[in-house]
T-cell receptor
Framework: DSGVTQTPKHLITATGQRVTLRCSPR?????VYWYQQSLDQGLQFLIQ???????AKGNILERFSAQQFPDLHSELNLSSLELGDSALYFC?????????????FGPGTRLTVT | QKEVEQDPGPLSVPEGAIVSLNCTYS??????FMWYRQYSRKGPELLMY????GNKEDGRFTAQVDKSSKYISLFIRDSQPSDSATYLC????????????FGKGITLSVRP
């Protein structure tokens, strides 16, 4: 158990809908990272937050957004969902800002868009 | 060309074999090299973490980095069925933007 929690574990929704994925980092970790994992693309970095502020952006679509709250939990919002958004979404946390090499992953949320 | 390339596998070996997993990369800025292990339906788990070139050993696992060739390896000695998982290499540059770039992963199966 990494100490990172994610809810829900599974999510099934229809195209065009909006969903929110939630992540609680390990106690004391200030950085949160979101990743998308699909069979064809592998694990893709989406976005990083550090202590409530956005720090880095990766391959995140404009339909996706995220935020980190004062209690350090983070939410990833996915809207206007398409079939291709079906994937595993992972959250990771890390205790260092400049480092971030040691990232601890949560169990993931499996999103299925029908 | 992708920044990080990893043999797609899958790889199947008998118990007790020595396993060699490899990644190549193109970005000279990468300074930190990691190996993650991911069991089915679980999140990736950090296995090994190496800075710059050289070797690092942890039990049955050895990570090797050759920056001149832009090539990293993970060796597993005396492989066990419990090592059956997907192994992903990951890399990052130094500095504040420390995003990890992952290989696509290779699935290893160790047969009893």
């Amino acid at each position: 158990d990494s100490g990172v929690t994610q809810t829900p574990k599974h999510l099934i929704t229809a195209t065009g809908q909006r969903v929110t994925l939630r992540c609680s980092p390990r106690s004391g970790d200030l950085s949160v990272y979101w990743y998308q994992q699909s069979l064809d693309q592998g694990l893709q970095f989406l976005i990083q937050y550090y202590n409530g502020e956005e720090r880095a952006k990766g391959n995140i679509l404009e339909r996706f957004s995220a935020q980190q709250f004062p209690d350090l939990h983070s939410e990833l919002n996915l809207s206007s969902l398409e079939l291709g958004d079906s994937a595993l979404y992972f959250c990771a946390s890390s205790p260092q800002l400049a480092g971030g090499r040691e990232q601890y992953f949560g169990p993931g949320t499996r999103l299925t868009v029908t | 060309q992708k920044e990080v390339e990893q043999d797609p596998g899958p790889l199947s070996v008998p118990e007790g074999a020595i396993v060699s997993l490899n990644c190549t990369y193109s970005n000279s800025a990468f300074q930190y090299f990691m190996w993650y292990r991911q069991y089915s339906r679980k999140g990736p788990e950090l296995l090994m973490y190496t800075y710059s070139s050289g070797n690092k050993e942890d039990g049955r696992f050895t990570a090797q980095v050759d920056k001149s060739s832009k090539y990293i390896s993970l060796f597993i000695r005396d492989s066990q069925p419990s090592d059956s998982a997907t192994y992903l290499c990951a890399m990052s540059a130094s500095g504040a933007n420390s995003k990890l770039t992952f290989g696509k992963g290779i699935t290893l199966s160790v047969r009893p």
